[in-house]
């Protein structure tokens, strides 16, 4: 939590490494917007904000979901069952969904869920 140097400390981490994770504070300043993107830009890193980020190239968002587990939602959960949805500008424009279990099966990472039935395609 750097408070104040939020913006040093970003831009300090996204001349370090590739991938860079920060919660932004509540108020930024647009030009600390532009700047940190153009530098993530120029070192081909990734800036993944969690929360608001204005501009953002990239929105991901959990929708629905469901829990699996015995009892699932009182007892011992296992899985959870999640759509995520990802849409922003550019070549992201076009809402892109897909649903995923977190953890996969084999207990860690993602893994696609497959769908409940098979989907067929009506001829109208």
Sequence with gaps: APGAAWTTAV???LDAVDVVAARPPARLVPGDVRRLGARA???????MAYG???GA??????ADGQWSGIGAG???LRARRIEVVAEGRGASARPRRSELWLP?????????APPLAPVIELAG
């Design 52 to 54: 608001e980020w204005p």
């Design 11 to 13: 831009g300090a981490l």
């Design 74 to 76: 009182t007892g011992r």
């Design 57 to 62: 190239d990239v929105r991901l968002r959990a």
């Design 104 to 112: 996969a099966a084999d207990g860690g990472g993602v893994q696609p």
């Design 41 to 47: 830009r120029t070192r081909d890193a990734v800036l």
